[in-house]
């Protein structure tokens, strides 16, 4: 039974990575596991994972790109000027 950790992320989304390799899995050629995965560990981040991250992000500077365009640029607004 190989051992893998759980990460839990802010976001809802978790990760599952390898602790150690069992028996089986350290004697074959390219480490493969049939067997039972056992979860040793669960660990809260208190983070959003790397892909949500990344995904705000784009979406804060996409909205912060939007809200640049054309405001207070210039002069002439089509009202008279006296």
Not at 57 to 63: I, K, P
Request: glycine letters at 14%.
């Amino acid at each position: 039974m190989c051992d893998f950790d759980e990460f839990i992320f802010t976001c809802g989304h978790s990760a599952f990575r390898l602790k150690c390799y069992c028996h089986y899995a350290r004697n074959h050629p390219t480490h493969k596991c049939r067997r039972v995965k056992k979860l040793r560990a669960c660990w809260d981040q208190g983070r959003e994972c790397d892909a949500c991250a990344e995904e705000r992000y784009r979406q804060a500077c996409y909205q912060y790109a939007q809200g640049q365009g054309g405001q207070g640029h210039g002069q002439g607004g089509g009202g008279s000027q006296q």
